[in-house]
């Protein structure tokens, strides 16, 4: 069971996720209709995951990430909204959102995400960061920026693998990576681990171009 703290401007689709996190066994501490209301509910209810939407009124999602995450840092936020535009990704994600979802997404899928996102994963999709990795070719890259085994810690992240079927693909523990990603997180000055794999995509330590096979068993 995990407390989660519904951000939306649409009353009818905060109605929905609420009663399908309910079914689920969820519990929804609080709703917010604006960006300024999902700061003031995350200070004061300490959700576990705040499900967030980019456009609000008062305080867009953007700005209400980057104030719960500074002001909140337990508070975890996953992104849902129709927008597919990379600016605005990027802004979030550097803003603190660990997952970036569109509402097209699947109700099963959104659950999924906000259970890795509660548990301190990331998710992010390997086509959000192909697009990004797109639009960042020309950037410079510094390849001796982290270590072999860093740089093959990102790499699985990037194609969508979790930190701990990282672990496995790469015959480590998940507390080995966990302390390669604290180190990455100084490198790279990240604030998070998708902000970690989005900075390395930039600099082009990473390349989405070396599929990594996803395990699906979780251990």
Do not use: C
Not at 165 to 170: F, P, S, Y
């Amino acid at each position: 069971m995990i407390k989660i703290l519904l951000a939306d401007d649409h009353a009818l689709l905060r109605e929905g996720l609420r009663k399908s996190f309910e079914a689920a066994g969820d519990t929804v501490v609080g709703e917010a209709s604006s960006g300024e209301e999902a700061v003031a509910l995350a200070r004061a209810l300490q959700p576990q995951v705040v499900l967030m939407d980019l456009s609000m009124p008062v305080m867009d999602g953007i700005e209400a990430t980057r104030r719960i995450r500074e002001e909140v840092p337990g508070v975890r936020v996953a992104v849902l909204t129709m927008h597919d535009d990379i600016e605005k990704t990027r802004d979030a994600i550097t803003a603190g959102a660990t997952a970036y979802l569109s509402k097209g997404t699947s109700f099963s899928e959104v659950r999924e995400t906000v259970l890795r996102v509660a548990e301190g994963d990331t998710a992010l999709s390997p086509a959000l960061a192909g697009a990004m990795l797109a639009s960042a070719r020309s950037e410079q890259a510094d390849q001796n920026l982290l270590s072999d085994r860093q740089v093959e810690i990102l790499q699985a992240i990037a194609n969508g693998m979790s930190t701990k079927q990282a672990g496995r693909h790469l015959g480590i523990t998940t507390k080995t990576v966990h302390n390669h990603l604290n180190a990455i997180y100084r490198k790279l000055d990240a604030q998070s681990l998708t902000h970690a794999v989005l900075s390395a995509v930039r600099l082009g330590i990473i390349d989405l171009d070396d599929q990594v096979e996803t395990e699906t068993a979780e251990a």
